[in-house]
């Protein structure tokens, strides 16, 4: 191999290796900012894991029961604690996590990219965030609801006969702490991740992998997989599952209309460069018509 060879091959691979390090400090201030929330919600995990237990609280307080958790090891506590850091510190150290990834990857887009990328990075968290309280607020409390419902108490403050036992039978709730967490968690994440789908459908919408017909013809398998995930992600309740079918079927149908906007905006900047004539409209772009679909034609 000639010298001139081995300088182009050191010189190609230098920004590679710029690229590495670049992406190692990127990851070091993203683990450190997460380290960071997380020692802090460590110190108040009490009060956190007290306010996650409000859903668990309404619904026995309805019942006439006292809101009390078990730990059923003697390191469970410290368990409940840890996991409860976790999520707290994800959750406040999102933002520099973004941020990071943000200026990352920033440097290698064009201007128009930047812009187009941007409010979907700010649209993320704060769609994940509603899906959270989607899920906090409304489905968590159904969902316990139909849990408890299996509760059986039997007669208070009378002698039941020996014959008599079974009749006088309660079966109540004395729930575990760190169970009662994983199962909340399961539904603040999955609800979270849900409410992605107009993220993530218009960005692939914005980068040309899907299309409003596209999505609208699929549409009878998103009705199947939405019916699956609904029974994968919550408990066995009629009312809930029907809940997240309805809120994610929603969604899809609000994708579809994000991507058709994504779209128009589209063909009217391609008219604006003369790609399209002024006759020629979304449908002869993208084949939304009931016909079949032409290719657009690019002006001499």
Request: contains cysteine.
């Amino acid at each position: 191999m000639s010298a001139t060879d081995e300088d182009e091959i050191d010189a190609s691979s230098a920004p590679l290796i710029e690229h590495l390090a670049e992406l190692r400090t990127r990851l070091i201030r993203s683990v450190l900012a997460f380290i960071v929330g997380m020692v802090i919600c460590f110190t108040v995990a009490t009060p956190i894991f007290n306010f996650l237990t409000a859903p668990l609280c309404q619904v026995l307080g309805e019942r006439g029961q006292d809101c009390d958790l078990i730990f059923i090891s003697p390191q469970e506590g410290f368990f409940v604690a840890i996991k409860v850091s976790l999520l707290g510190g994800f959750m406040l150290s999102f933002p520099m996590i973004a941020y990071q990834m943000w200026r990352f990857v920033a440097p290698g887009l064009y201007k128009s990219e930047k812009g187009a990328f941007l409010p979907f990075l700010v649209a993320s968290p704060f769609m994940f965030l509603l899906g959270s309280a989607f899920a906090f607020y409304v489905v968590t409390p159904l969902a316990y609801d139909f849990f408890l419902g299996f509760q059986q108490f039997g007669a208070e403050g009378e002698a039941v006969p020996t014959e008599e036992v079974q009749q006088g039978l309660s079966v109540v709730f004395q729930g575990s702490a760190q169970e009662y967490l994983n199962l909340t968690i399961k539904f603040i994440v999955a609800f979270g991740l849900c409410f992605q789908l107009p993220v993530l459908l218009t960005l692939m919408g914005k980068a040309g992998l899907v299309s409003s017909r596209g999505l609208g013809e699929v549409r009878k398998y998103a009705v199947v997989a939405i019916l699956v995930l609904a029974a994968l992600v919550t408990p066995p309740d009629v009312i809930t599952q029907v809940i997240l079918f309805v809120v994610v079927y929603g969604l899809y149908e609000i994708s579809i209309f994000l991507v058709r906007r994504v779209e128009r905006k589209r063909v009217e900047k391609l008219r604006e460069e003369g790609v399209l004539d002024e006759d020629e409209d979304l449908d002869d772009l993208y084949g939304l018509d009931d016909d079949e679909p032409e290719q657009p034609e690019a002006k001499e």
